[in-house]
């Protein structure tokens, strides 16, 4: 969730509550919107997308990320697998402004210098961060989850007095068919299933149109059936968004990757920075990558 639909959850909630209604003043001057944050435009005439080289994070001394480069082509999925404190989630930190770095360099397109920016600019120049644990509005309806992330980057005021016109309603009911939610739009979310929260939340962060999407173990604790879905909702984003899935579940990122057929990419991370990088079934018979899964 970015920091201005945090923000937006607060407003909605305190008006649901009918408390006063919270500005935002973390992100400081933000309403007045993002066309103000001097980044410059997305370039990916060069291809890249995303573009991390020797990047390191110490933590008193250890370094979760040690020399991390990584370089993600417009349109491009990619898997990242690799085992328990490889510094997947790290990489994301860094990605999205949680973390800075040591060292190194990250770019989104090639004249975004992404170490500049702040957490809540990154997330409005189109760099969407799905967390492990789903988080939704629970007391707000599916439709009024998504209906929020829509008007989220605007200002206080304007998203009070914002109405929904023709199009954005279009816009949530085709949001409502591809995360599979369409007969739930009017049920509260916080009785949805897990599996169904998760959907939410990446419907309600593609309602802010990022052009990259980070999805940290996005179908950890699906069942198989919604695994499959999870899929299949990701093969429809490939293309017309950038995705990087860091996953555990090798059948799933089997799915994703079509097990090769299509050439697709797999990235394994180990001790902070790239192990391997092929497909599938090439980094699954690479012998380092053998071992750093059965010797732990
Ligand atoms: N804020 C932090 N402080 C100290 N150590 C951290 C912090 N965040 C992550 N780490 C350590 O960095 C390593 C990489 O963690 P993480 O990026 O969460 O790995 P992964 O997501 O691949 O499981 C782990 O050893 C973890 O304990
Ligand atoms: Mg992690």
């Given amino acids: ?170 816009r949530i009911g085709a949001m409502l068919t591809l995360i599979h939610l369409k007969d739930s739009a009017q049920r509260v979310a916080g009785l949805l299933s897990h599996g169904q929260k998760q959907w939410l939340e990446i419907g309600m962060l593609l309602m802010q149109d990022p052009k990259l999407l980070l999805l940290d173990e996005p179908v950890a604790g699906m069942t198989d059936e919604e695994t499959e879905r999870t899929a299949e909702l990701f093969l429809s984003l490939e293309g017309s968004h950038s995705l990087v899935v860091v996953e555990h579940d090798m059948k799933f990122i089997g799915e994703l990757t079509q097990n090769g057929r299509n050439g697709k990419k797999v990235t394994v991370l180990h001790e902070g920075s790239v192990l391997a990088e092929g497909l599938l079934s090439e980094v699954q018979a690479n012998e380092k990558v053998v071992e750093v899964y059965l010797g732990r």
């Fill in 1 to 170: 969730m970015t920091p201005e639909l945090m923000a937006a959850g607060a407003r909605a909630k305190a008006i649901h509550e009918g408390r006063p209604v919270p500005t935002s003043t973390e992100s400081g001057g933000r309403e007045t919107s993002y066309g103000r944050i001097a980044t410059g435009e997305l370039d990916v005439t060069h291809g890249a997308i995303l573009y991390l080289d020797d990047i390191t994070v110490s933590f008193d001394g250890f370094k979760a990320l040690n020399a991390l480069s990584l370089s993600i082509s417009a349109g491009e999925m990619r898997c990242i697998i690799g085992p328990n404190g490889a510094g997947k989630t790290t990489m994301m930190d860094v990605i999205t402004g949680k973390t800075r770095p040591d060292l190194g360099k990250a770019f989104f397109g090639s004249t975004i210098d992404l170490l500049r920016l702040r957490e809540n600019e990154i997330a409005s120049i189109g760099i969407g961060r799905k967390f492990q644990k789903p988080t939704v509005f629970e007391y707000l309806t599916v439709f009024e989850n998504l209906e929020l992330a829509l008007k989220a980057d605007r200002g206080v005021r304007a998203s009070m007095f914002f109405r929904l016109n023709g199009e954005q309603l279009d």
